[in-house]
């Protein structure tokens, strides 16, 4: 179900001005208002899923749909060979600010570890 409040929501309907990098179906692309890296995309189901808690069996066709999508973007975008980093925050603890499932992909630079 669609959140009335819920940002990504929102630019997913086309509420908010907000640079689309790709779309399809079920997944869009947007850039970060906050970019951490040189590359820093939103891969953001369009069906409102509140935190990686709430993915069901049946959304796996959807998650492996949103990896592919990632894939993809780092081909495209020549920053796969070099590699790049995916990262999903999940609740307080992981970070997670925005409560729609969101899987952040960040390139073009080298990432170090651990996370802060
Ligand atoms: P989280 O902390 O939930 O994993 O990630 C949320 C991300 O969404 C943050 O990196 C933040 O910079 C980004 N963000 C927050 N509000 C907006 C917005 O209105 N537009 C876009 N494009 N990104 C946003
Ligand atoms: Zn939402």
Request: with cysteine; hydrophobic share 40%; proline share 5%.
């Amino acid at each position: 179900m669609e959140n009335q409040d819920c940002i990504f929501c929102k630019v997913i309907r086309g509420e908010m001005k907000t640079e689309i990098q790709y779309q399809d179906e079920h997944v869009v692309a947007i850039k970060d208002i906050r970019p951490q890296a040189p590359v820093h995309l939103l891969l953001v189901p369009k069906r409102h899923i509140s935190t990686l808690l709430s993915v069901k069996d049946s959304d796996q066709a959807l998650l492996s749909h949103i990896f592919q999508t990632a894939n993809e973007i780092a081909r495209k975008g020549g920053f796969a060979d070099n590699g790049f980093r995916i990262v999903i925050n999940c609740n307080p603890n992981g970070g997670q600010t925005v409560y729609h499932l969101h899987v952040h992909l960040l390139g073009g630079r080298f990432m170090t570890w651990p996370p802060g």
